[in-house]
């Protein structure tokens, strides 16, 4: 499996995303300029500029039209895909962690951080496509603000929007999960998957599952409507990201040690490798190495034909599959009926007898 090395960021990778279909891939560091690549031989299609920090999320909408972009110099803007055109900035009161289109992509939500006595909020843009960019107000429609909890800021790390706009999908830095109305700002529920931060979480193409990435060096899978936990990947350093493979029954993980503590490790010790996971069995069949630093991003293209990795050291790897695992079936365990491993042992033992015959002839 010989990747393409995308050489177009100066510093660490912070996200990366395939569109809907498949074709083109959106990319992020903390060098301030988001890219966007073809997926199928992967060159350089253009760059979007315009922010002064680091971009730490981006969303693409259902046709490719336009993106929006979450970034340290708190604001989150919104772009023309075809152009590289900035249609709009939104001003925040802190850094924007997070950015996601809503079903119908005539809005979006952001997640900022607290910032001197502003706290963390989610905020709703209202964007219709058909309607003139000069229109869109500046200010959010809807603000809902994380108050302290015991005296202690809690910040977001993860905004999705769930089916049909029910609610809104938000982690957090404590291990927590949140979900929000989008209309009234009303909590609608908490749950604490992890005990420590959720560093990204992600959802297959239906939203009926979505698994989180955490920093206590595991990754849960977890049924979306009944909230309800199905698996756990363990590994033995944090996760940064895992996705859903859309053809298999597979779950692709990155990670590694911390990136203030890679200069004291070869590669081989940080592990900095993907690691494939089988989504029932939670056994890890497989590893694709190359990367000299933590894997930050991961994403898998919806066809199943390739995956992208970006890491802390500023490269982005796509991997296009081998024809062995495309076409390799995974391993069914049977099921033994009632008294077939008695009749094996008698077998075994009749095996044995003869050959005891035979020597003392």
């Not at 895909?81 to 289109?101: D, L, M, N, Q």
């Not at 599952?209 to 049924?223: G, M, P, R, V, W």
């Not at 497989?286 to 919806?302: E, S």
């Not at 991997?319 to 042992?345: A, I, Q, R």
């Amino acid at each position: 499996m010989r990747p393409i090395l995308l050489k177009g960021h100066e510093r660490s990778i912070t996200v990366v995303k395939f569109n809907f279909d498949g074709d083109l891939l959106f990319t992020a560091s903390k060098d301030h300029v988001p890219s966007v690549w073809r997926s199928e031989n992967g060159e350089r299609l253009g760059t979007f500029n315009g922010h002064k920090g680091t971009v730490w999320d981006l969303d693409c909408c259902r046709f490719s039209r336009r993106l929006i972009t979450a970034s340290a110099d708190a604001s989150a803007k919104l772009w023309d895909c075809e152009t590289g055109e900035c249609i709009k900035t939104f001003t925040h009161s802190g850094p924007v962690r997070g950015a996601a289109w809503a079903d119908g992509s005539n809005m979006f939500a952001t997640i900022s951080d607290p910032f001197v006595e502003h706290n963390a909020r989610i905020s709703v843009y209202d964007v219709p496509e058909n309607d003139d960019p000069s229109t869109y107000a500046d200010g959010p429609r809807l603000e809902i603000e994380f108050p302290k909890i015991d005296g202690k800021r809690v910040n977001a790390t993860n905004i999705v929007w769930l089916n049909l706009n029910e609610a809104l999908f938000v982690t957090f830095d404590n291990g927590s999960i949140r979900l929000y109305d989008p209309v009234t700002g009303e909590e609608l529920d908490e749950f604490f998957p992890h005990e420590k931060k959720i560093n990204r979480v992600r959802f297959n193409r239906n939203k009926t599952l979505f698994i989180t990435s955490s920093a206590d060096f595991t990754a849960k899978l977890y049924d979306v409507v009944d909230l309800l936990h199905l698996k756990t990947y363990k590994t033995d350093r944090p996760v940064n990201d895992a996705v859903i493979s859309e053809t298999k029954d597979h779950i692709l993980l990155g990670g590694g040690q911390e990136a203030m503590s890679v200069t004291t490790t070869s590669g081989k010790v940080g592990k900095f490798e993907t690691r494939f996971f089988h989504l029932v069995y939670e056994e890890e069949f497989g590893t694709v190495k190359g990367h000299f630093g933590p894997i930050n991003a991961l994403d898998i293209n919806p066809n199943g034909r390739c995956y992208a990795s970006g890491a802390e050291d500023g490269y982005i790897r796509l991997h296009y599959f081998d024809k062995s695992y495309l076409d390799m079936k995974d391993p069914v365990p049977e099921e033994t009926v009632d008294g077939e491993d008695d009749v094996d042992d008698d077998d075994e033992e009749g095996k044995d007898d003869e050959e005891s015959d035979d020597e003392s002839d």
